[in-house]
Structures are given as C-alpha cells and as structure tokens.
C-alpha cells in the first residue's frame, strides 16, 4: 500500500486521576503555573478525582499534552510547549469529541483563553458570551453543539430498502470473510467498530482493507476507526499492515486491547456506519454473516462494543512501536 501522508505520531490515551495524577500534575504545572503564572492553588481545583483524563503521547512515549472532562466541561487543555501548532491540542480535542459523541451528550463547553479562540472555532465552537478574566488571563466562553458537528449525513429513511441489502449472507472462508471485510472499509465514510482476537492477518493485514481503513480515517476529522483486540502480542513481535497504518495515523486511529477482565461472547466482528455487520461465531475458524444493511443489528453490537471499549486501555508495547 502506498501512501506520501505524513504525519507526525500522536496516541492520545484516555485515563483517570488514580492512575495517572502524577504525570497530569506535572504537564499542567509546566504549562499554567510555570509558564502562565496562574497560581498553583488554582489550578488544582478538586475536580480532578471525577473527571476523565487524555493524555496526548508522543514518538518514544514522550507526553505531550493533556486535557480533561468534567460533565460535559472540557478544561485543563495543556500542550507543552515544544509540541504546539503540530496538532496534539486538535488530537485531544477530537478524542474528548469522538467520546462525548459516543455517550450520547448534547453539548461540550469550556472557557477558551483569548489567544486560543481560533484554535477552537476551527473545529466548530462558538463564543456563548463575553469576556472574562480567570487566574489574570482573559477568557471566552464557548460551547460545541455535537449534532451538529458529528457532520453525519441526515437522510429520509427509505420507506423499503432493497430486499438485497437486506439479505443474510452466509460467509464460511477465509477469501470471503476477507472480501467483506474490504467492502465494509470501502463503504464506510463515518466509523468502523473492528473487535478482533487478534487481528487476523487473512483478513485484515490485506492491502485492500487497510486503504479502506486509510480513506476513512483521513477523510474527515471526526471520522472513528476504532480498533479493539483481545490478544496482541503477535501484533508487537511481526509486522502488520493495519497495525503499522495505525501507528502513523495514531490521532485518528485508535487501537486498544481488551480488558483481560472483561467477558464476552463475542468472537470477532466489524461494524459500518451503524449499518454494516460481519460476525465471525467460530473462533479459531470461518463461520458467519455478512448484511450490508442492518441498522438494528449493527446498533446493537455498536453498544456491545462501546462497553467493551470504555473498559480497556491502548497496549504499552505497541505504542513503543513507535521508537
């Protein structure tokens, strides 16, 4: 697969103050009251126990950046210096954003400092009042409407759709399995959902797939590729293509291994647009459907695959891959 995109590798990693606190304190240090000036007693405000962390990372596992949620209240956003106007702060905002989307809020708000206002006007916050003064720094009020800016196509429901689409397809070998896989990749323009045991390389280190995957994720900034795998240690020891497009595309890629202490069913699925599912029931094997439309089957494993998601972490060792 060919591609000239370069782009410079952020993982942004969402975590909790229990684990983290330590790291966070000292980024935010770094750049509030050591480069702001703004009073230490200020900037730890006691909220941070409740909030939900991102900790943006960069080549070598090196921190770079971090921000919080609060409710429905971004705050805290602070890129070191060194790493600024090279996209950590969008790659932070986004992850806050694909979250927010995911749980179903209705709006994001925080207070921007001035100089930053159009850093978050690009990517669709409006000021909501006026002027303020925070820690000796002026401050705007701003908030995302997230329906409007999840950009998703808003299309009447056809009153039937072609019995075709429809159609349960049987799928029972590797070729096949790979074949669908391609289609869903090539067909999808807003997410794909893939919980895999361990990324099969019959059907997903395959050229066709990854540029699927590579189109996608670089078509839209609000575009989810959202990988999850229950065992990846044979990803860290040999070379996988979709393993290796993640690690380019790390801020719009993301790929995380399962909670070792969460069951599931579940054996290996990938999910289209709401719309496309391919289930594989055989571990170990190839035996399961194809439905190039079925939004309530596609919804429900979504679900399943979000609760799953919220409960895992990115993998260390792949994201040493980077250095």
Avoid at 40 to 53: F, M, V
Wanted: hydrophobic letters at 40%; proline letters at 4%.
């Amino acid at each position: 697969m060919t591609d000239t995109i370069d782009f410079f590798p952020i993982t942004v990693e969402q975590t909790d103050w229990q684990s983290s606190g330590d790291l966070l304190t000292r980024l935010r240090h770094r750049v509030f009251v050591e480069e702001q000036g703004v009073p230490e007693s200020e900037e730890l405000d006691g909220k941070d126990g409740e909030a939900l962390h991102w900790i943006a990372w960069g080549q070598g596992d090196v921190p770079m950046g971090t921000a919080r949620l609060v409710g429905n209240r971004i705050g805290r956003m602070a890129v070191l210096e060194e790493y600024r106007d090279k996209g950590v702060g969008s790659a932070l905002l986004r992850a806050i954003i694909n979250h927010a989307l995911r749980t179903g809020l209705q709006t994001l708000v925080l207070d921007a400092q001035t100089h930053a206002l159009r850093f978050y006007r690009g990517v669709g916050f409006e000021t909501t009042g006026p002027e303020f003064m925070d820690a000796g720094i002026p401050h705007r009020p701003m908030a995302l409407d997230l329906p409007r800016f999840s950009h998703r196509r808003v299309e009447p429901q056809p009153a039937s759709v072609d019995d075709e689409l429809r159609r349960r397809i049987a799928v029972e070998s590797a070729d096949d399995f790979a074949r669908h896989a391609e289609a869903i990749a090539r067909g999808s323009d807003r997410a794909i959902r893939l919980f895999s045991d361990q990324l099969d390389r019959a059907l997903y280190d395959q050229e066709g797939f990854c540029e699927g995957v590579l189109r996608l994720a670089t078509r839209h900034p609000n575009a989810e590729v959202m990988i999850l795998v229950r065992d990846t240690a044979d990803l860290v020891s040999r070379h996988h293509r979709l393993v290796e497009l993640f690690l380019r595309l790390t801020s719009r890629i993301q790929l995380r291994k399962l909670n070792p202490e969460r069951e599931t069913l579940h054996t290996e699925f990938l999910v289209g647009d709401e719309e496309s599912v391919l289930y594989n029931q055989l571990a170990g094997g190839y035996q399961g459907y194809y439905y190039r439309y079925a939004p309530l089957e596609a919804r429900r494993l979504g679900q399943d695959f979000d609760s799953l998601w919220d409960s895992s972490a990115p993998d260390p060792a792949i994201r040493r891959l980077h250095i």
